[in-house]
């Protein structure tokens, strides 16, 4: 669906991107994941056409680049700033931007509407916006994205400073995008997000892929061994293995065990391993 | 095209909502047109609140048309201009620094000697038609003075005893006088000086006039007006004709303040991100701000011109040219506007530049204290402000009378400063 090739990009003496090479493919949620600064953004504009690289190419969908007007309109963006006009009530927001697209009045009307029940502003759609909580705020972000109904879906940090519930509803719509058949990019430094999230992940630093797979494929491979605590009258005692269940099964036949715990490596172990920073660093 | 009207109606509607900004875009420029209206109303530009500005011309030059003229100089209804020749008078007419003019014809005193026969006091208007409500008005109190000269005549029983005997001479001497009245005229006299007699030995001065308003069909001064139509004098008809163009350049400063903002918030938000992944081109964002800039400034300007024409009676010299004045401004400020938004980073940098930017062109353009009061360093440099050539240009349809040819020179300035602002800020201004 998407495809980043060979991204090169300087701001002044930063490197944002360092030779970035990235495949999207069609129906599924691809996590962008790395830690602030790492070149997330900076990939995500590139991608919409909203920067243009050093190097490189952007190719969507086999149509050619993003800069191009007639490409751009397949692509959805909900920009990590909750871009929406403060004065402005929900549905003259959605209005609004709809106009960009060249939509007719009769069409901007059912798709706001639908798009404000689906984001649960419904009840709040003539409100201005100013009003509105931060979690409402993003979920509105992320509607306006939608009003075209992109085959290509982007979002930037869709889920910073939201309420549990709003993160929640956010993170359901992004699976429900993609039961749908469209792509979603989603940029997050939330691991565990993207964990429960994507159904691919690359992990970038410093403008550059460290890994990408399916997040089993990230872990199996670069997260390290389980490690099983067994708890003792004599104390715990760690036990790193690659077959925490098998490790269980023999450890808990033993006297005196009184309680076990298993942490499985994840993706904050992988970018652990691959940097030796922690994602939050 | 739809996404240029949609960028341009959506800032509209921001620009609307956001109160402080339409403060100062609508109301703080019409409070100032207005204040500044009402400090100096009366002092200079036709005195608005001193009295109808005439002229009284006498061309009898006789001790009874002196004595009337004088009489009209004393009255607090007019602000006598005196020593004028006729065409002296016509001209001032003409070009608007006075209202009108008061000609006292030949044969005026001759006529206020024997006010009950023959011609009455003969007395020339001179006014532009376009004034009727002041033609009406002057008449009336050149009317009403001519009659209070004759009824003072009258409440004096001795001053009315030597009028009598001197209209008898005058009667006896009047060849034109038809024979057959000559004894009616006699007996009317006589009876009339027996008459004061005994009032005047009474003290009974109430009789006389009654008597005298008696007489049917007396007319004693006759007042005509003549058309003089006035040109475009190069001076406010009022004092607000003055200070609205002046407040008409706030309203347009505070208007492309508004936008530069709005442009710089577009950019802090995130909203413009928006405006670029639409299938939109560069140039289509920034037209549509230029458009809702234009249309703002431009409404503002009127609104505060018919506010101007309806409620202060200030009456444009030239509708379309000040129209013309009104669009060149707005492209002027567009392009300010666009320049503004480019250069300032965040929005407090665009409100204090924006501000300290446009307050000094003001100041040097004549947008705050008129351009004539200023030190000469201050004219040559006011050569370089929109401000100048703005205001100059309003003045220019408002009441300079400026021609289209006139306006031909502000009008390039500005279309000039704002087209070169605007290319320069559309290059500078940050899309990313």
């Known amino acids: ?281 | 095209m739809n996404a240029v009207l949609a960028i341009a109606v959506k800032d509209i509607r921001l620009l609307l909502r956001d109160r402080m900004g339409f403060f100062f875009s609508f109301f703080f420029p019409l409070l100032i047109a207005v204040f500044f209206g009402v400090v100096f109303r009366g002092g200079g530009g036709g005195g608005a609140g001193s009295g109808i500005p005439v002229a009284v011309v006498d061309l009898d030059n006789t001790a009874e048309s002196a004595a009337f003229a004088g009489r009209l100089g004393a009255a607090s209804e007019l602000e006598v201009t005196a020593g004028l020749t006729r065409e002296g008078a016509e001209e001032a007419v003409r070009i608007g620094r006075l209202r009108g003019a008061v000609v006292l014809l030949p044969g005026f005193g001759e006529a206020r000697r024997r006010p009950f026969w023959g011609e009455p006091m003969r007395i020339e208007l001179l006014v532009d038609p376009s004034r009727a409500a002041l033609a009406s008005m002057l008449e009336g109190v050149v009317t009403r003075h001519a009659f209070e000269g004759l009824s003072e005549m009258f409440a004096d029983p001795a001053k009315m005893r030597g009028q009598v005997r001197e209209s008898m001479d005058l009667m006896r001497r009047d060849g034109s006088l038809p024979r057959t009245m000559r004894p009616a005229f006699e007996l009317f006299f006589n009876a009339l000086d027996s008459m004061l007699e005994t009032v005047e030995a009474n003290g009974d001065a109430d009789a006389a006039t009654a008597g005298a308003a008696r007489a049917g069909g007396w007319q004693p001064v006759r007042v005509s007006t003549r058309a003089v139509t006035a040109r475009p004098s190069g001076l406010p008809t009022n004092s607000f004709a003055l200070t609205f163009p002046q407040g008409v350049i706030w309203g347009m400063m505070g208007c492309a303040l508004g936008f530069a903002v709005t442009m710089v918030m577009e950019r802090t938000r995130g909203t413009l991100v928006r405006l670029r992944v639409a299938p939109l081109s560069r140039a289509h964002v920034l037209a549509g701000k230029a458009v809702g800039c234009f249309v703002v400034t431009t409404s503002v300007a009127v609104l505060l011109m018919v506010i101007a024409r309806v409620a202060f009676g200030v009456q444009p010299t030239s509708v379309p040219v000040l129209a013309a004045a009104i669009a060149c401004s707005s492209a002027c400020f567009v392009g300010i506007m666009m320049l503004l938004a480019a250069v300032s980073r965040t929005e407090a940098a665009g409100n204090g530049l924006g501000w300290g930017v446009l307050l000094l062109l003001a100041m040097i353009g004549g947008g705050m204290v008129p351009l004539e009061f200023m030190p000469g360093f201050i004219k040559t440099l006011s050569v370089v402000s929109p401000i100048r050539w703005s205001l100059l240009a309003l003045e220019g349809g408002v009441f300079r009378g400026f021609s289209f040819g006139q306006m031909a020179a502000p009008c390039a300035v500005l279309l000039g400063i704002g087209g070169a602002a605007f290319a320069l800020g559309a290059r500078l201004f940050r899309v990313d």
């Not at chain 1, 060979?6 to 949620?29: E, M, T, W, Y």
């Not at chain 1, 400073?161 to 989603?186: C, F, K």
């Not at chain 1, 490790?247 to 033993?254: D, K, N, P, S, T």
């Open chain 1, 1 to 281: 669906m998407l495809r980043l090739s060979n991204l090169r990009k300087r701001f002044g003496q930063v490197v944002a991107l360092d030779d970035l090479s990235l495949h999207i493919p069609r129906g599924c949620i691809f996590g962008l994941l790395g830690p602030n600064g790492a070149g997330k953004t900076t990939t995500i504009s590139i991608a919409v056409g909203l920067l243009a690289p050093d190097s490189g190419a952007v190719d969507l969908d086999g149509l050619g680049t993003p800069a191009r007007a007639q490409v751009r309109a397949r692509v959805g963006v909900a920009p990590q700033a909750v871009a929406l006009y403060d004065d402005l009530t929900a549905r003259e927001n959605l209005d609004f931007f709809a106009r960009l697209y060249e939509m007719p009045r009769a069409a901007r009307r059912e798709r706001a509407d639908a798009l404000l029940a689906r984001v649960g502003l419904s009840d709040r759609a003539d409100d201005r916006v100013k009003g509105y909580s931060g979690g409402m705020k993003r979920r509105l972000n992320l509607a306006a994205a939608l009003l075209h109904d992109p085959p290509l879906v982007l979002l930037d940090e869709p889920t910073a400073g939201v309420d549990p519930q709003s993160r929640n509803a956010i993170l359901d719509m992004a699976r429900s995008l993609r039961d749908e058949g469209r792509t979603v990019m989603y940029t997050t430094h939330y691991m565990e997000e993207a964990q429960r999230l994507c159904d691919r992940v690359a992990i970038i630093d410093r403008g550059r892929v460290l890994a990408e797979g399916t997040v089993e494929q990230l872990v199996g491979t670069l997260g390290g061994s389980s490690v099983v605590t067994i708890q003792t009258d004599e104390g715990d005692t760690r036990i790193e293995t690659a077959d925490p269940v098998g490790e269980l099964g023999r450890r808990l036949a033993a006297p005196g065990v009184r309680g076990v715990r298993v942490e499985r490596p994840d993706l904050e172990a992988v970018f652990l391993h691959l940097t030796g920073r922690s994602l939050r660093d």
